[in-house]
Nanobody, 126 residues
């Protein structure tokens, strides 16, 4: 089992940056693909970025390509989401997720992840 705790959210002006962190517990962390999702008020949870278990592959939704960077440190059981050039439409609760199994990378659906964090709020003001 994997437990996930996100941090690093906050209020930032448009054009600014934030770095989200996700701390994972569990000895099998390095076997999990990891993902970031976000959910704005009144909207469904949507995929943002994913990274393979080794860190060798990454994948992004089109709206964040070139602005966000996902990374991981398996020695520290950490996953990060560096968010640059933030826009007001990036405002949402951001969730970290862990997935393992037969699904081929990239995992972009919520159903392809086994464990979720509690979320961290990101607000981008215009």
């Amino acid at each position: 089992q994997v437990q996930l705790v996100e941090s690093g959210g906050g209020l930032v002006q448009a054009g600014g940056s934030l770095r989200l962190s996700c701390a994972a517990s569990g000895r099998a962390f390095s076997q999990y693909d990891m993902g970031w999702f976000r959910q704005a008020p009144g909207k469904e949870r949507e995929f943002v970025a994913a990274i393979s278990w080794s860190g060798g592959h990454t994948y992004y939704t089109n709206s964040v390509k070139g602005r966000f960077t996902i990374s991981r440190d398996n020695a520290k059981n950490m996953v990060y989401l560096q968010m640059d050039s933030l826009k007001p439409e990036d405002t949402a609760d951001y969730y970290c997720a862990a997935g393992r199994g037969t699904i081929v990378f990239p995992r972009t659906s919520t159903s392809s992840y086994n464990y979720w964090g509690q979320g961290t709020q990101v607000t981008v003001s215009s």
